[in-house]
Structures are given as structure tokens and as C-alpha cells.
């Protein structure tokens, strides 16, 4: 099959031919319909999420079930599916007291017999929980859930990740109450996902702060009630200004330490910041202790959006087909795997909300 390989940092993925294992007994084939593309993906590329190499990226995928392992129960061929690289064990203490996103057991992301699911010419290719930037995928059976037929496969890819995220961020992470005061900083794919949950959550104030214009309104489209440019003035200021003294819930939807500690000067007192955005593994942020302790504001940390993701995804998949969750507008470009690279520089650029891997 053709795969787009990672296989030296800050250099453009390479497409190639990469041989897949058949399914073992709890395994799932899939060949994969669409991959969105995430900032975590160019976070790795970039080394700022450490990566054996050479490795196929890619973990925002939907696809259609082709052949399934011998003990496969929940799949069969032809169905279609969300991937979700929060796999889960359901023995654990994570999975036993309902936080399976934090369970990621190595066995179920890699086979541990040794053998590998990707190979070239017999050697091992590292896969990325997932591996979706490639024509098939091989995963054990609980790194996939089965959605409707009638969802469009290129919109359900979104969910695999980044809407999952950022709508989980609000509404499981924070659990944002009607009527909360809120700010979503950085209006990619997570961020506009975060918003479209403060919305879903009836948040009486979503406010979006992005440095793009053109982002701005697509997240007044989506339900941004006031939006402020980073770029003009100071967007700390600017929050307190609009809400008389701050928001219930400030999310960090980038990444970068200033952004972070915006997030946390954003929030009211008794409010939160929630950290969605992925700081580079060897960056710190040093944040005020005696702001957060006497203004008794939260920082929360917010994994893949705190998901259960066999009740979620197909939760949001309902969302979309009732019209609650917007994902239309939330697609710039459909590409093909030939693409993939300047995909990547578009993110880099800002030019995208997201871009998606459609495959024939
Ligand atoms: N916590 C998790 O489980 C999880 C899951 C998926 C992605 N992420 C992370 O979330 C972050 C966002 O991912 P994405 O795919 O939406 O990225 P993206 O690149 O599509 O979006 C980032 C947005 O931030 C804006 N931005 C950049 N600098 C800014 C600044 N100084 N002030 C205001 N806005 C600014 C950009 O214009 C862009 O709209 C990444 O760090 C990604 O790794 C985290
Ligand atoms: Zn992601
Ligand atoms: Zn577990």
C-alpha cells in the first residue's frame, strides 16, 4: 500500500510502498477513506513529540472495515469506523473508574510478539498508534468504533481527533454549565472544535482570540459571541475588558508558552484554564503561584478531550447529523496523499482550518 513516511525530522514526508500485516486474532484492516490532518502530526515531524523513525503519522482517520481477526466480535467487514488512538485495555484502574483516554496500554497501540504490523522488506516501519497517512490501517479492534453509514466519511475523519478534542475539552474536561463565560485561544481544528462545544454546552459568552482575521469569522460563523485579533493589543486585556474581570474557562487550543500564560490571566478568579494546546516536550511555562493560589483559578490539563471515545464519537457523529456540530466549514482543503506536504506547510501558515487526506 502507499504510505507517507516520516523518516528524518524537519524533512518532507516520503510516499512509498509499505507492506501490511493480515488482521491477528483481536486486529481490524481497515482501508482508510480520509485522514485529517493535526498539529500533533507536525509537532513530531518538528521533534517536538519525540518519534522512532521511520514511521507513518497520521491518527485522525475514518474508514471502512475490510477484514477482521478471529476473535473480533464488534466489527465486520464493510463498516464504517472512527480510529482513535486512545485504545484501551478495560481492566485497569484508568479504564475502571471511566478515564480510558489515560489507559494506552503499549499492546494495544504495537504488537508485543515482536513482529510488526508495518513492514518494508521485512523491516519493522514504527507505527503512530494509527499510522492513517496510508492507504490501509491495522490496529487492534479497540482503536476503532463503527458510526452510522449515512455520515459522510470525510466529516467523520475530524472526529477521530480533533473535534474529539476540542469538544471533549468543554464538555467532559471542563464540563463548561449554561451561561459560562468562556475564551478559546487559537481557532485551528481543536479550537474550533473547543468553541463548538462551549456552544453545544450553552455558554452564554465564547469568546475566540486567533491572529488570523479570516479565522475570527469562520469562529463568529461557529458561535464565537465577540472575537479579538492576538495581533492587536493586548488579548489578556482585551478578555478582562469585554467580561469585567475575565472568563469562567479559558482554553489554550496552540501551544506556545505565551498563549498559556494568557490562558491563565484570561480567567476569572475561581476560574479555570484548560492546557489543550501541546507545548514542545523540552519547553516550560513558568505561571504566577500566588495568581492561581489567591485567585483560586484551575489549571487542567486536557487529554483527547477526557474521551470514552465508543460513547463519544458516535455521540458527536448525532450532533453533526442533527445539525449541532458544524464540520462543513471546518474543512479549507480536501487533498490527495500526494499532498501531504504542502498540507503541512499550510498549517504552518495558518492557511487552513483543517486539511484532509481524501482516498480514492
Ligand atoms: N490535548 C490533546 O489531546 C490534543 C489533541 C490534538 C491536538 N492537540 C494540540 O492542539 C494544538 C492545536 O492543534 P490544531 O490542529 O488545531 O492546530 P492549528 O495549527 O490548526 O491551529 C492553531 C491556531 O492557533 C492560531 N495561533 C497561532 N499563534 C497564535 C497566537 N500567538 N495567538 C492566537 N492564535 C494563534 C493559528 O492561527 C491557528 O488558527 C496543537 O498543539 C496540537 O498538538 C492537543
Ligand atoms: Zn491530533
Ligand atoms: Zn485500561
Known sequence: MKAAVLRELNAPLTIENVDIDKPGPNEVLTRTAASGICHSDLHIIEGGIPMAMPCILGHEPSGIVEAVGSDVKDFKP????????????????????????????PEMLMRLDGTSRLTQGGSPVVQF????????????????????????????????????TGIGAALR????????????????????????????AGAGRIIAVDTMDWKLELARDLGATDVVNGTEGDAVAQVQELTGGG??????????????????????KGGAAVLVGVLPIDQEVSLSASEITLQEKRVLGSF???????????????????????????ISKRISLDEINPAFDAMRGGEVARSVIVFD
Open 304 to 330: 483527547m478531550g477526557s474521551n470514552a471515545f465508543r460513547r463519544d464519537m458516535p455521540q458527536y457523529v448525532d450532533y453533526y447529523l442533527d445539525g449541532r456540530l458544524r464540520l462543513d466549514e471546518m
Open 129 to 164: 498508534a494509527l499510522s492513517s497517512f496510508a492507504e490501509q490501517m491495522l490496529t487492534h479492534e479497540r482503536a476503532l468504533v463503527k458510526i452510522k453509514d449515512e455520515m459522510p466519511l470525510d466529516r467523520a475523519s475530524l472526529i477521530g481527533c480533533g473535534v474529539t
Open 78 to 105: 464493510g463498516d464504517h469506523v472512527i480510529g482513535c488512538l486512545n485504545a484501551w485495555c478495560g481492566t485497569c484502574n484508568y479504564c475502571l473508574t471511566g478515564r480510558p483516554h489515560l489507559c494506552m496500554p
Open 173 to 200: 474536561t471542563a464540563k463548561v454549565e449554561p451561561g459560562a463565560t468562556t475564551a478559546i485561544i487559537g481557532c485551528g481544528g481543536v479550537g474550533l472544535s473547543a468553541l463548538q462545544g462551549c456552544r453545544i
Open 247 to 268: 472568563v469562567d474557562y479559558a482554553f489554550e487550543c496552540i501551544g506556545l508558552q505565551p498563549t498559556i500564560k494568557q490562558a491563565v490571566g484570561m480567567a476569572a
